[in-house]
């Protein structure tokens, strides 16, 4: 039994029965992490090596691994089960959490120095809810710094690398949760989809990974970047195990009053009904010029076989989708510059010291803050100060507005909407770091469902290759978006197109990564 | 007086901003208690702490509190209005963003009337003394913010200039606030005392704030500035750190002399903050605002629209208490002279005076004591109404015990400290018995200590016979001293004559 390859609900079943315990599934992980993701396997929390001390295959997917705590946790599990106790349906089963949301018993970084030394004092309601299903935390996982960028190159903690080829990135912000279930080392993750962090990453990692419809899984222990579009989400291997895992964590919760108030779709009753007779519309402005063509014709072999499981294919205009992008890198930023004035070394985290306050917070926030989340801070100032306030935050809201307004409209016509998840497939480490309009570009097919608040997901939907290195193929993704409050029928048709597409996720990465790859054979 | 306040030709303006903190028992936006004068840093929680995660949650009840003054002082309630967040780096701001409200407050267009004597004021022409002219002043917005915690700074002076180290306590960090803002309608500082003065007693009346100024539950700031008669409105200057009502026109008059001054000197007025000193008793700059701050005001993600339908405002307004302007005219139709109507609405008063009227007490006296020697032995004891025990029960039973010539105001007196002293365990004629302090009017009692001072004193006896009728004060002085003061002084009189004519 591999045990670090099998799916989600695969090991809960085996739980079930007894063949295995959740201590020997949990050690399993451990000991693939203490292999391959560059982790100081020593004390009750393993640390990541710092960046300078990683190797070139360690995937560094994790930051911190809180060993003990899961050993723990899985022992427990283990004896509850064999008192004869009713257990959740993961229970027992292992994840790897975003270092974006809070969990007692390790720190919190967002992938940043400035919350160095922080432990939170809670738990987040997504990390609580985990706990009570019975759900062990691994550890916590790489990120761009507050969520903010496309490759995890933005950590501050070193990138994180790709299992399908260790020289490329994992997509961002949500990367190391990503590389993480995509390498073996957890069979499930959560991430954070603020743009598009949780489905791009999927998408070039080759695994399932959803946003939900906004306000469905509470934002409390979030680090905020935009409050009005962070969404936490599930990452896995398939699409029955990302639904599982989004039925544990979504709710109605008291504490984040954007929270939806009323209860969170059935994803579980009408998953595996097909899309026969169902209308899929194609966004026409997400697709075409900047798309690569590896990833056009897997799109396109996509349609194909939807059309073929009895779906009728539309094409349908999202009119301002084209919009997006600029009022998203309007909207995020502004509200990222806001949410991020906390950090002023007054309270918690990094505190350089200096003769006055005012200048110890501008020491604090220029040591601890990287350039892109810098950049963001300038831009979003800049967009909500007096003067400017109209032409950029106010048009981009009204942008919003218009673009939720299509989705609506298009809903009207069709159940749910494809599209490509990322214009490309995974480019390398390094490529586009320096050319911040290059990565932001990365985001164009995601963000108008974010800026809508709708769900949308990415599910593996094929192999198409890299164009600086035709040999290598990389994953595709599909992207499901549906009505808001719809994360079921999202799911839905996710779910029927992979049972047609058979894509293993199994990436094909050197040496320590060999283990994945025998079952593409 | 105000009449010379300023040379002649030039007008004061004034604007009040009034900060009530809402004495919900929970914080705007999270659990936490809002105790006031806990050890610090004890009522606090990651959401009113800032760490990173937390959100916040409005508190239904503040709302409701925030609508039910606005109400009160006339306003109307937004149908729909929302959270903004209001942007600047300050250390006892937790978030550096403080929660507030911008384009739409949760009020809009409320006035307040206020009574002044009508000798001050802006045209100077005195009035019949101690009449009473109603002015109103029209409130722009009230709207619902958040508190920041305190600073507390450490060397030097104690303020943040040349402090060794700061220590900040959240304690404070989210209590609901609600700021008051005026129209810049007030001409005197009189006006602006009387504004503040009837807004304190409108929010105690409401429940919503003790409006305590030295706790800081109820703080004001003042934007004053002055013109030619007919010229636009000038520069205005922001007072802050008035402590008091008192301080508050002090600081108004200094402040518009000195502007004066400035102008005449050929000067001009900064748009400033400045602090008023009150041991001093001068403004001086605080902060210059070179350029308007630029706060970013945008909408708060975190939060959803504030919707307060007509039905439910309807609900609140029906709460509407009586106001301390009602309850005043009210008393003064009672027969309670209008300055002790004012007193006894102003110092919270009313509940005792309506309870002791409601036992039966006759309101002229139930006024005159309460304004009077109860308001005044309790400011000896440093203790408020609520706190003394002394109940509107008390009053009546007290004012009973003198109608039936069982005490004489003078023990009445004493027999109140009694009762205050027993924080109300004992009732006034629990007192005046366990005390002995009870009018000897028991004619057989009392004609026997007659006869006694009348055989000892024939000399002066003989004196009032003669004609001397002053001289009988002498003896009635000697029945007090043999009764310890509880001869009815009334019977002592009639008793005296009798002894003497006979």
Redesign the interface.
């Known amino acids: 039994m591999e045990l670090t390859r099998m799916s989600a609900s695969e090991l809960a079943s085996n739980l079930t029965t007894g063949e295995v315990s959740s201590r020997e599934v949990v050690d399993a992980h451990l000991d693939r992490i203490a292999a391959m993701d560059g982790v100081v396997a020593e004390g009750d929390v393993w640390s990541a090596r710092s960046a300078d001390d990683l190797g070139g295959d360690d995937v560094h997917a994790y930051l911190a691994v809180t060993a003990t705590a899961a050993r723990q946790q899985a022992d427990e599990v283990d004896a509850r089960r064999a008192a004869g106790e009713e257990l959740g349906p993961l229970a027992g089963v292992p994840l790897a959490l975003k270092d974006v949301?809070?969990m007692r018993g390790a720190p919190?970084t967002?992938g940043s120095r400035m919350?160095e030394g922080?432990d939170?004092?809670?738990d987040?309601t997504v990390t609580a809810a985990l706990r009570e299903a019975g759900v062990v935390v691994l550890g916590k996982t790489n990120m761009d710094e507050f969520a903010m960028g496309s490759s995890t190159e933005n950590s501050a903690f070193g990138d994180t690398r790709n299992p399908w080829d260790l020289d490329r990135v994992p997509g961002g912000s949500s990367g190391g949760s990503a590389a993480a279930v995509a390498g073996g080392l957890a069979p499930l993750a959560i991430g954070t989809d603020t743009g598009g962090s949780i489905r791009q990453p999927a998408a070039l990692c080759g695994v399932v990974g959803a946003k939900p419809t906004y306000g469905t899984v509470s934002?409390?222990?979030?680090?905020?970047f935009?409050?009005?579009l962070d969404q936490a989400g599930p990452f896995a291997r398939d699409v029955a195990d990302a639904a599982a895992l989004q039925a544990l964590i979504q709710g109605h919760d008291?504490?984040?009053?954007?929270s939806v108030p009323q209860e969170a779709p059935d994803l579980h009753t009408t998953l595996r009904d097909g899309v026969q007779g169902m209308r899929i519309g194609v966004v026409r402005e997400l697709q075409g010029e900047g798309y690569e063509p590896g990833v056009e014709a897997v799109f396109a072999q996509a349609l194909d076989r939807l059309a073929s499981m009895g779906a009728e294919i539309v094409e349908v205009s999202l009119q301002h989708a084209p919009y997006g992008l600029p009022a998203y890198y309007l909207i995020a930023p502004?509200?990222a510059?806001?949410n991020l004035?906390?950090?002023?070394g007054?309270?918690?985290g990094l505190r350089v010291d200096a003769p006055t306050?005012?200048e110890m917070?501008a020491a604090t926030r220029a040591a601890g803050f990287g350039p892109e989340v810098k950049r963001r801070i300038m831009i979003g100032?800049h967009a909500?100060?007096?003067g400017y306030?109209d032409a950029y935050?106010l048009q981009a809201s009204k942008v919003r507005t218009l673009i939720a307004r299509d989705f609506a409209d298009a809903y009207e016509q069709v159940d749910a909407l494809v599209s490509p998840t990322s214009p490309t497939v995974a480019f390398g480490l390094g490529d586009k770091a320096d050319d911040p309009l290059a990565m932001y570009l990365n985001d164009v097919a995601t963000v108008p469902a974010s800026l809508a608040g709708t769900p949308a997901m990415s599910v593996p939907a094929g192999l198409a290759p890299a164009p600086d290195d035709p040999a290598r193929q990389l994953p595709v993704g599909l992207q499901v978006m549906a009505p808001l409050s719809r994360d079921d029928v999202m799911y839905r048709v996710a779910w029927a197109f992979e049972q047609q597409t058979g894509f293993v996720p199994a990436p094909t990465g050197p040496r320590a990564l060999a283990g994945m790859s025998q079952e593409v054979a | 007086m105000s009449e010379s306040l300023l040379p002649d030709g030039w007008e004061l303006v004034v604007g009040l901003e009034v900060h009530v903190e809402l004495q919900t028992n929970t914080k705007m936006w999270c659990g936490c208690s809002t105790e006031f004068g806990d050890e610090p840093n004890t009522n606090v929680c990651?959401v009113c702490?800032?760490?990173?995660?937390?959100?916040?949650?409005?508190n239904e009840q503040a709302i409701e509190d925030a609508t039910l003054l606005g109400l009160a002082l006339n306003g109307g309630v937004a149908e729909v209005c929302r959270f903004h967040?209001k942007?600047y780096?300050y250390?006892d701001l937790?978030?550096?963003?403080q929660i507030s409200q911008y384009d739409v407050p949760l009020i809009h267009d409320g006035h307040l009337d206020v009574e002044v004597a009508t000798s001050s004021g802006r045209g100077g022409q005195a009035g019949p003394d101690g009449a009473l002219e109603t002015r109103r002043v029209r409130i722009e917005r009230l709207h619902m913010e958040e508190d920041t915690g305190k600073s507390l700074h450490v060397g030097d002076t104690g303020r943040?200039h040349g402090a060794d180290r700061?220590l900040?306590d959240y304690n404070r960090c989210g209590i609901p606030l609600l700021e008051v803002v005026s129209r810049p309608d007030i001409h005197d500082p009189e006006t602006a005392q009387a504004y503040l003065r009837e807004l304190q007693g409108i929010v105690r009346a409401t429940g919503v704030s003790d409006a305590r100024m030295e706790e800081g539950s109820i703080r004001c700031d003042a934007n004053v500035s002055v013109r030619r008669h007919g010229e636009e409105l000038g520069t205005r200057t922001e007072i802050k750190n008035l402590n008091s009502v008192r301080s508050l026109g002090r600081a108004v008059r200094f402040e518009a002399r000195r502007q004066v001054e400035v102008l005449e000197d050929g000067g001009t007025i900064r748009l400033e903050t400045r602090h008023w000193d009150e041991s001093k008793g001068v403004t001086e700059t605080l902060r210059v605002k070179e350029s308007?701050t630029?706060y970013?005001?945008?909408p708060d993600?975190?939060?959803?629209e504030v919707v307060s339908p007509p039905a439910k405002v309807e609900a609140i307004r029906a709460r509407v208490p009586e106001l301390p302007a009602a309850a005043r005219t009210r008393l003064r139709e009672q027969g309670v002279p209008a300055e002790q109507a004012a007193a006894v609405v102003g110092t919270g008063a009313l509940p005792t005076f309506d309870a002791a009227v409601a036992a039966g007490a006759d309101p002229v006296a139930a006024g005159n004591w309460l304004a009077g020697d109860v308001a005044g032995q309790l400011t000896a004891a440093e203790l408020d109404l609520d706190d003394s025990g002394f109940t509107g029960d008390h009053l009546a039973e007290l004012l009973g015990l003198i109608d039936d010539g069982t005490l004489s105001t003078k023990l009445a007196k004493q027999v109140l400290a009694g009762v205050i002293q027993a924080r109300g365990a004992k009732g006034p004629a629990e007192v005046a018995d366990e005390q002995g302090l009870k009018q000897v009017s028991d004619e057989g009692e009392l004609r026997a200590i007659v006869d006694q001072v009348v055989a000892d004193n024939e000399g002066t006896v003989e004196d009032i016979r003669g004609g001397n009728d002053k001289a009988i004060g002498a003896l009635v002085g000697q029945v007090m001293k043999a009764t310890k003061g509880q001869a009815d002084p009334r019977k002592t009189n009639e008793l005296l004559r009798e002894a003497i004519d006979r």
């Open positions: 949301l809070t919190t967002c919350l922080w939170p004092p809670y987040a934002r409390y222990g979030l680090v905020a935009a409050s009005s008291p504490r984040d009053s954007t502004s509200e510059s806001s004035a906390r950090f002023d007054v309270r918690y306050a005012e917070n100032t909500l100060s007096s306030f935050y | 990651p702490t800032g760490q990173p995660g937390a959100l916040p949650v409005a967040r942007n780096f250390p937790a978030k550096n963003y943040l700061s900040i308007v630029d970013r005001y945008f993600p975190d939060l959803v």
